[in-house]
């Protein structure tokens, strides 16, 4: 089947620290791979993707490779700022049928502090 | 602006009554989608329509009903059957139903039931 494994939240992380949050997965085929984030009381955001293996994601200083030889997405952010603190989902995209469909993780808390 | 309409933000219900949680998009997108997020989980898929009249289930679409006979709305309405209707609920909707297309969200509907 298809699945996606996050690491465990909460991450802590000083203003300026390098952030990785570490998403693996399991997939029949070559799904897309996607990291989402949502903010306190909100709907989630695309914030990157990647389609095929070795595809890197960018977006707002955030980035993902995506790796077929570790079934790996892990993101990272050089420097992070306050307003980073949110959830953040790792999630892979599969066709079923004339469908597709997204399998998210469990979502990792990210706090930074001042 | 285009996007995705969720009302109401909170909603509170006594245990054993029928709820109907809105969703409208304005994206002019064919295809829609439920979702339920429960606290250390990520999103389960309820049910979701690739087009007009035509909606399939998800990975827990039992206790829910939807119904979709206008292309900017899907409306899901929780039942009394459904043991644990307390949750985020998040509506998304995507240009169409294939690989190929994004998937957006609204802000959500966060219901209890008491």
Known sequence: GNSVTQMEGPVTLSEEAFLTINCTYTAT???SLFW???YPGEGLQLLLKATKADDKGSN???EATYRKET???HLEKGSVQVSDSAVYFCALR???GTASKL???TGTRLQVTL | DGGITQSPKYLFRKEGQNVTLSCEQNLNH???YWYRQDPGQGLRLIYYSQIVNDFQKGDIAEGYSVSREKKESFPLTVTSAQKNPTAFYLCASSMGAGGEYEQYFGPG???TVT
């Open chain 1, 71 to 73: 079934t790996s997405f």
């Open chain 1, 36 to 38: 989402y984030v949502q």
């Open chain 1, 29 to 31: 085929g070559y799904p």
């Open chain 1, 103 to 105: 399998t998210f993780g």
């Open chain 1, 94 to 96: 599969y066709r079923t």
């Open chain 2, 109 to 111: 509907t966060r219901l």
């Open chain 2, 30 to 32: 064919d295809a829609m």
């Open chain 1, 60 to 62: 707002k200083g955030f």
